[in-house]
Structure formats: C-alpha cells, structure tokens
C-alpha cells in the first residue's frame, strides 16, 4: 500500500512548470479544452485567449462582448467556443476564423457559466436570474429550446455529464437533472453552494459552499461520504475540482493556495503557493494528465506532477 501512496504522490499536479501573464485585466476564470491540448482565459477586459499553456502561446484573442467575461468553454469537437459575462450574453465563437457565430440573449442578469452537450450541439447557460438555458446552435431561432428555473436564487455553476445536468445554486440546493428520464434531485447542503463538478465516474458530487464548506456526495442519495477543510472560502466564489483520476479533490482559498486533500481520507496533502496572489478562484484539471490550471490576478498557473525520481 505505501507503494501504490507514494505512486498517487508522484503522478499529482504540485509542481509549478508555468505562469502565463495573461494582459487581460483580471482572470476572471481559466478552462482547459476537451483534450487539454490548449486552455481558455476569460478577463476582465472583455476578452476571451485561447492559449497552448504547454509552451506559453497565445493563438486567438476573441473579443465582442460588452462587459467582463466570466467563463468560456470549448466545444467537444473543439470547433467552437461559448462564453459568457456581465452583459447578460452568450457569445460562440469559430474557432478557426475568431468571428462570433452567435450572440444568445435571453438571460435577465449576468451569466455566471456556460458549457456545451456532448454532441456539442446544445450550449446550457447559468446566471444570476436563478436560470439555466439550453441553446440548440442547429435551430434559426435565437430562443432557448428549454429553460431550467426550479433554482430561487443565483445559479452558480452548471456540469453536464451524459443525459444528465448538475447545478449548484446560492439557494443552498445542488440540483440533478435526468434528461433521459425526466426526473429532478435536489440536494440541500444548508448554505449556499458556489460551485460543484462530478467525479470522473459520475458517481460522486463535489460541492463548495460559503463559510469554507467542501464536501463530497453521493449523487443520486446526497449521503455525504467526506468533508474538507483548511481552507478559506468566505467572500468570493472559488472553485473546486477532482484530480483527473479522481484520488484527490481540489480547491482554491483566499490566502494565495490551492488545497489538495486525500479523496477518502480527507487528509490535506499538498497546498500550493501563489505568491504575490490573493484569492485563487478558478481551476482546471486536465482531462486525462495529472496537470492543474489555476488562476489569480492576471495570471494563469500551469502545475504538473513532479520529474520521476532516479531510480538507483
């Protein structure tokens, strides 16, 4: 067992291999592509980069909407681009020409976060009216197909896994939605949930809440199977996330780290420093690497795991 330990220590993303000094005012949120080949940074300066973070390259900026960006995410095909911001607006974006494809609008407030179905087909957005939309990109009408609106307060975040749709809203409830079934779970954790992800078998449900709550759950019943604490979530809205092969949780703070704790043990293994940071408040784990995105300021934070050692 001490083997199989230390080889889960090697393979985490604790190692800092790069900072990109993005130039877009505040990152407001970093996102890695489907595969993890490139990486999305969306700032406060209207604009959307899509980066190689591997070796630091800026390839596009797309730029259009009115106000601050607040989260972007590529297609699975990884030909198109939806983000999202203050002015309310759904912009996808092609990536092979940088022009915007479509402008969505039917939100009443800021849109908090966007992503795409698997067949890249539906785009769903969140916002601070309490709604989650779904966009068919394939339909000539500029109006959702499906409005999801059980939330009562600000949605925070929205996951699609499959047929279903996972929504953590500041009303205290992480809502699951069966499309194939038709049904609707809702977990209320107590205190406002600010962001929430699936595990990578779509069994367990990360959630973050105010007052430093990070907590893990069984989908489909709510149990809570571990809790993890150390860090400082009172102020801002902060990300959290499991590793890519789902041994570790993440979260970012407002003390310049990144906290990683053992997924079963709840021990707390690894903190990540950011100096001249202050909140960390978005992450990215890549899909298939041990590598971590963060961000911070104007800056995005590639870490991966650390060299293997020389064997003797």
Not at 63 to 78: C, F, I, K, P
Not at 192 to 213: E, F, I, K, P, Y
Request: hydrophobic content about 35%.
């Amino acid at each position: 067992m001490a083997g199989a330990t230390e080889n889960q220590q090697q393979q985490l993303p604790i190692v800092l291999e790069r900072v990109l000094e993005c130039k877009q005012g505040a990152v407001r949120c970093v996102r890695y592509n489907v595969d993890g080949g490139y990486c999305l940074s969306c700032g406060s300066d209207k604009s959307v980069k899509l980066w190689n973070p591997n070796t630091g390259a800026l390839l596009h900026t797309f730029a259009g909407h009115g106000y601050e960006v607040l989260d972007a995410r590529g297609s699975v095909d990884n030909s198109l681009i939806a983000s999202c911001g203050l002015d309310k607006s759904v912009m996808v974006w092609d990536v092979t020409t940088g022009q915007c494809r479509l402008k969505l609008r039917g939100h009443a407030a800021r849109v908090t976060c966007v992503c795409f179905t698997e067949d890249s087909h539906v785009v769903l957005s969140a916002s601070v009216d309490g709604s989650v939309k779904c966009w068919d990109l394939r339909s000539r009408k500029f109006e959702p197909i499906q409005t999801l609106d059980e939330a009562k307060d600000s949605v925070m975040s929205v996951t699609v896994s499959g047929h279903q749709i996972l929504t953590a809203s500041l009303d205290t409830n992480t809502r699951l939605y069966d499309l194939r079934n038709g049904s609707l779970t809702t977990n209320c954790l107590g205190e406002s949930v600010t962001c929430s992800s699936l595990s990578g078998d779509a069994q367990c449900v990360l959630a973050a809440t105010v007052n430093s709550g990070l907590r893990l759950m069984d989908k489909q019943t709510g149990e809570l199977l571990a809790s993890y604490r150390d860090h400082k979530t009172t102020d801002y809205k902060v990300e959290c996330c499991f590793s890519e092969s789902d041994t570790h949780v993440f979260s970012g703070s407002e003390d310049a780290y990144v906290y990683c704790w053992d997924l079963i043990s709840s021990n707390l293994t690894h903190r990540l420093h950011h100096p001249g940071g202050r909140v960390v408040h978005s992450l990215s784990p890549h899909p298939s690497q041990p590598k971590l995105l963060t961000a911070t300021l104007g800056q995005v934070w590639l870490w991966g795991p650390p060299p293997p050692q020389e064997q003797e």
